[in-house]
């Protein structure tokens, strides 16, 4: 795929290497934490979408659904399928919003935050075992370079610009299958 990129923007040959070897050694810490999240996370009976709920509605404080769908960039019926399941769960809890009473407001209980403290800090001692013998500086650089590539990342994904248009088979919706 960023060969074909490579062809349609002028780009200078050490771009083009540099910015192959970025898009394989994102793709493999990805994947790499994806896997490590789901079994890790999966131990205290969520799934590792009901965890980024949970950590969203930690950081967010009381919101509405659609916000929380926002943020977790999923729809709202896999939102609701989502809480549910929190609630269910006694992690989450739906309460009457104080802003509009015709809707209502996710809040995170004290079991849940209970469970997401306990989950965020063995994610974090992982962390330090990653770090534990690299150079402060290389740690910091590392970081804010990652903290860059997610806002320029997050950045695309608003404003619309993604990976390029849809394959062939997907519809002008941008669903595919």
């Given at each position: 795929?960023?060969?074909?990129?490579?062809?349609?923007?002028p780009q200078?040959?050490?771009?083009?290497?540099?910015a192959?070897?970025?898009?394989?050694?994102?793709?493999?810490?990805?994947?790499?934490?994806?896997?490590?999240?789901?079994?890790?996370?999966?131990?205290?009976?969520?799934?590792?979408?009901?965890?980024?709920?949970?950590e969203?509605?930690?950081g967010?404080?009381?919101?509405r659904?659609?916000?929380?769908?926002?943020?977790?960039?999923?729809?709202?019926?896999?939102?609701?399928?989502v809480?549910?399941?929190?609630?269910?769960?006694?992690?989450?809890?739906?309460?009457?919003?104080?802003?509009?009473?015709?809707a209502?407001?996710?809040?995170?209980?004290?079991g849940?935050?209970?469970?997401?403290?306990?989950?965020?800090?063995?994610?974090?001692?992982?962390?330090?075992?990653?770090?534990?013998?690299?150079?402060?500086?290389?740690?910091?650089?590392?970081?804010?370079?990652?903290?860059?590539?997610?806002?320029?990342?997050?950045?695309?994904?608003v404003?619309?610009?993604?990976?390029?248009?849809?394959?062939?088979?997907?519809?002008?919706?941008?669903?595919?299958?």
């Open positions: 795929m960023a060969k074909t990129v490579a062809k349609s923007i200078t040959s050490g771009l083009l290497k540099e192959e070897a970025l898009h394989s050694a994102v793709s493999d810490l990805v994947r790499i934490y994806q896997f490590r999240d789901r079994d890790k996370i999966c131990c205290y009976d969520i799934s590792v979408t009901q965890c980024y709920a949970l969203t509605l930690v967010l404080g009381p919101s659904s659609q916000a929380l769908a926002e943020a977790l960039r999923l729809d709202k019926s896999t939102t609701t399928r809480v549910d399941a929190l609630v269910r769960k006694g992690y989450v809890e739906r309460l009457p919003d104080p802003d509009d009473a015709r209502v407001s996710l809040r995170v209980t004290a849940g935050r209970q469970l997401y403290e306990r989950i965020n800090s063995e994610l974090i001692a992982q962390q330090m075992d990653l770090i534990r013998d690299l150079d402060p500086e290389v740690c910091t650089a590392a970081t804010e370079i990652l903290r860059r590539l997610a806002r320029a990342a997050q950045a695309r994904f404003s619309g610009v993604s990976v390029g248009g849809c394959a062939p088979a997907c519809g002008t919706d941008g669903k595919c299958g």
